[in-house]
């Protein structure tokens, strides 16, 4: 199972960084978790083609996680030579934004079905809502769904793609949680978004602080994955942004809480499990 970090952007725009979205593919298996500013041109760079999407998961309905979900519907949709429906599985209000969407998108869908004589159907897309616990597979893959706390963002969910003893758990936005420590026991890897509070405390805008008690920051990413026996601790969505030649000093703020392996970088890092 290989992990590529497609976007680790946030909602800031970066000229160097996408917005989140993380790619899982493996045999049998391309599924995109998350899908920010900017995600497609990352997934072509990743050497995959939006038809070879085997489906989306979505975190939470937070903008920058959802931004480009038009682009994936619409571009996998006329890239395919062959309709292939495609399953956006989500927290309960994944529906209504995918209605939402494919709505915005009605006169785009009217001009190519008439322009394109082999185009006869607008594209064919199921969203799947579903609450911690849930169990589902898609391609070679059991996915399990876990809660996750990003209050007051309500609901959020977090997923276990598990391929025989391989899994690995995208943690989405949030702080540590008994729903997360659940979902991450022995995994794998481990992908959490992650903020510096150091750096973020410096900040004296008030709109920025009040993303401190939100998300989990370095350290916390790092205990939730010593705490839970995790073998890889995989970080994105950095805020504010890594900057070139500071990975080490990120990495410092984890290690001192996690012996194991700790993955970060540009987009595209990507780590084979
Ligand atoms: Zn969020
Ligand atoms: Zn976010």
Redo the contacts with the bound molecule.
Sequence with gaps: MRITLLGTGSPIPDARRAGPSTLVTADGLTVLVDCGRGVLMRLVAAGVLPPMLDGLLIT?L?S??ITDLGDVITTRWVMSPVSRPLTIVGPPGIREVVDHTLASLAPDVRYRIDHHEDLTEGPAVTAVEVQPGDVFTMGSATIRVGATD?KP?EP?VAFRVEIGDVSAVLG??GVPCAGLDELCRDATAYVQTVIRDDLVKLVPMQRLQDILD?HSTVAQAAETAARNGVGTLVLTHYVPSLQPGQEDEWRALASPHFSGPIVLGDDLTAVDL
């Design positions: 939470h937070h920058d996680h990003h963002v959020t989405g936005d939100y």
